[in-house]
Nanobody
């Protein structure tokens, strides 16, 4: 089992930065691939980024590539999403996710564990 708790969301102006954190608990954290999804009002849940359990592979949505960086600290059981050059269209609830597998996937149904979400609002 893996429990996930996000933090770090908030209100920021366009062009600004935020760093999201995801604290994980559970014995299988270090063997879990993890990622971030987001959902804006009236829109479907959208893949943002993912990272392998061994930290050697990452994958990003085209919409955030070059602006967001995903990382994880398997010693402290924490995953991060550094978000730079934020745009109003990045406004959404951001969810931390995990799956007990080594592979990186972009389909939300393949992630068995979800956090409660943290709101990110980017003003223009």
């Amino acid at each position: 089992q893996v429990q996930l708790v996000e933090s770090g969301g908030g209100l920021v102006q366009a062009g600004g930065s935020l760093r999201l954190s995801c604290a994980a608990s559970g014995r299988t954290f270090s063997r879990s691939s993890m990622g971030w999804f987001r959902q804006a009002p009236g829109k479907e849940r959208e893949f943002v980024a993912a990272i392998s359990w061994s930290v050697d592979r990452t994958h990003y949505a085209d919409s955030v590539k070059g602006r967001f960086t995903i990382s994880r600290d398997n010693v402290n059981n924490t995953m991060y999403l550094q978000m730079n050059s934020l745009k109003p269209e990045d406004t959404a609830v951001y969810y931390c996710v995990a799956r007990l597998s080594t592979g990186i996937v972009v389909t939300p149904q393949l992630y068995g564990y979800w956090g409660q979400g943290t709101q990110v609002t980017v003003s223009s």
